[in-house]
């Protein structure tokens, strides 16, 4: 119960928050969506890059990151020929399974949990998520379209992409920021995590709660909230990763779907009523998986 009212709750009553408001005036999301996506998360990004000591370590979260991803996918596959169903279903169920919400879900819960040293690994787990997510999530949601041309220019257009290569190229050249630049970085910086916890509350507020397929439904938070980890967990026992970063990896692996995905189910028609019911089923069940699972981990 310590943790569910430490670290679990307050992240909850945020995302509240940003549904309440969105229930109440009907905020159109999109102005905030972009102003997070091009500054704020741009700005965080740089500056975790910039302070991070580069080691093996990132490599490793890159590699579990790609493991995790093709074995969701493997399994979303075998389900498919299992059940018979249809490509656009398909697409679907590995949209919502095996693309998680690390950033305005997942930073804050580890941000509570294990204080800025895992805050740090954190946001580097969630930009390597961002990059996979718009490679492989656009192009499952487009594969009958233009997926993979749509899935690069995604990458391209992604300012967080560029603040990773500058922020590792100041870092390995040691490149040392001015004072007052990096002040206003760390002003941005600091307002992206409650912003898109905000936007993610607002987000949750335009999905419907009917026509369920409960079926599909429980498989999906079914691999989402179990699987998802306990693959992780499988995966660090591999490599000779950091105590702390083993743990924010199991615990990023475990959140539910990504509320980005949404819109690329939305925006490309690839089920998006299924992909949107278990974001937000899978949102609200990781309220007690999230809190089993840091309790477990400790």
Same mark, same amino acid.
Request: hydrophobic share 55%.
């Given at each position: ?50 302070? +991070?000591? #580069?080691? $093996?370590?990132?490599? *490793?979260?890159?590699?579990? @990151? %790609? ?86 220019? +995604?990458? #391209?257009? $992604?300012?967080?992409? *560029?603040?990773?290569?500058? @922020? %590792? ?94 819109? *690329? ?34």
């Amino acid at each position: 119960m310590t943790i569910f009212l430490q670290v679990v709750l307050p992240v909850i009553l945020v995302f509240t928050l940003g549904y309440l408001v969105q229930k109440w005036k009907k905020v159109d999301i999109k102005p905030i969506s972009t102003m997070a996506i091009y500054v704020m998360t741009p700005c965080l990004v740089f500056r975790t890059f910039y302070l +991070s000591e #580069l080691n $093996m370590q990132y490599f *490793y979260m890159a590699v579990l @990151a %790609l493991i995790l991803l093709f074995a969701l996918i493997v399994i979303n596959k075998l389900y498919a020929i299992i059940s018979k169903v249809s490509p656009s279903t398909e697409s679907g169920l590995i949209l919502s399974t095996a693309f998680m919400n690390s950033g305005n879900y997942g930073a804050p819960i580890i941000l509570f949990a294990y204080g800025e040293v895992g805050f740090a690994f954190c946001v580097s787990f969630m930009v390597i998520q961002s990059i996979i997510m718009n490679v492989f999530g656009v192009y499952y949601a487009a594969r009958d379209k233009s997926g993979m041309k749509m899935a690069m220019k +995604s990458v #391209l257009l $992604m300012p967080a992409t *560029y603040a990773v290569i500058i @922020a %590792l190229s100041f870092n390995i050249l040691n490149v040392q920021m001015p004072d007052n630049l990096m002040q206003t970085v760390n002003i941005i910086a600091e307002g992206a995590i409650p912003t898109v916890m905000i936007i993610l509350g607002m987000q949750l507020a335009l999905i419907r709660f009917d026509n369920f397929e409960w079926g599909k439904i429980s498989y999906g938070v079914l691999v989402r909230l179990i699987v998802s980890p306990l693959i992780a967990f499988a995966t660090t026992l591999i490599f000779p990763l950091d105590p702390l970063l083993a743990k924010v990896l199991i615990v990023s692996a475990a959140m539910p779907s990504a509320a980005t995905i949404v819109m *690329y189910a939305v925006q490309f028609d690839s089920e998006p009523r299924l992909v949107s019911s278990i974001t937000l089923i899978t949102t609200l069940v990781s309220i007690v998986t999230i809190t089993v699972l840091l309790t477990i981990l400790g």
